[in-house]
């Protein structure tokens, strides 16, 4: 190993291995790699064992990241040069020769795991070791599409599969799909199969994503015997605990899962009242992410989106009133020149109504176009010119502008990138 200072952070949930700062490694319990920074750039690993490497590049903005897969044996090779680096690293540890930093995070717990048995674990997967557990998540996992940017790190628990409307133009989720909701007895399966498969590693993961696209769409009586089934498998704090109360019964659970997240669409949350949510806040859930995309009407209806501004304005009301957090996103360069200004001033506005709060989320979501999407054989025959990368950039700072001078309350606004994402 070149000589240079190596070190150890520790944390309940997380080991990080550094060598001078410029190698760094980070590991769940299971001794799993998760994300790494090496030679100036980043990698993330997902539970399936696809390796994204992320290089920061000179470009206008919203083009400074560059992303590829890694795969077969490149991506071997980078995963055998990880345990390289971790047997290098146990041999100085074992030697007295690395610095230990035990951080009492999250949560202010201290780490239970001493440094040698934890990089034991670490060493337990080599390049084959991780190409079977991403063959054992597909047993235990449909695709998992896409999350928020909160959620990356959730346990996901799919309730349903695919999106029960589908159909959105834009949408690259869930095609070829069939909606289907998992019978009680699958999803008490399907959970089991889950802890069992994260082990450890699921202290990593300290929230439960409830999937896919759109889960509150299942039957009121069903719903809630999910969420009491859900708050008896995993194991959240009491609805009423808020602020330093909340940060103390989290300390004294490590073990506790902050809450249920999920997403919903307009149109399936317009069905729902505040007592229903206030039920569900009550068996766990914390947060709920709405797809707005648009505040303009005529462009929901281009993008077959189901929904209004209206309802969607009453949707976050009840969510809120029922004491749920919301996540609000919005899309930016959706709809073209066509639509650009109506839909800033619209969407802007109605964010705004919205009157979010500081534990409120909005994502702006530059629009990805794919290959086949719906939305761009009807954007091209009705004459709709794309916005380019630097009219979509300029569409999201103007969005962001407006909707923070109107963010009295002191909602978090950030970007999402779908193009991010990798569970
Ligand atoms: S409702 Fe959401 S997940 Fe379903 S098609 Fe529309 S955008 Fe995609």
Redesign the pocket.
Known sequence: MTAGTVGLVLRYHSLTVHRDFREILAFDREGRLYTAFVDGRTYRRGLDNRLVRTVAVDGPPGARRRRRELQGQERDRFLGRVRGTVREVADQVARGGARVHRLEEPRGVLPDLDPGSWLERVLRWGPEELAADGLRFHQVYRPVSILPPDQYLATVVQLTEG??????T??P??HGTTFRIRPQAELEAHVAAVREFLGEGIALRRSVFLGD??PLVVPRARLAEVFDFLSRAFWFPPFELRGRALRRWLRENPDAFAGIYS?V?IFTGHRRSVADYARLARAGLRRVYV?LETGSQELMTFLD?PGTPEAALEVIGSLRRAGVAVGVIVMAGIGGDRFAAEHVAKTVALVRAMELGPEDLVYLSPFVETEGLEYSRRAREAGIRPLDQAAIEAQLAELRAGIVAGNGTGALVSRYDIREFIY
């Open positions: 999106c029960s409307w589908g159909r959105c834009f949408c989720f869930y696209g759109n997403f669409d797809g989106k």
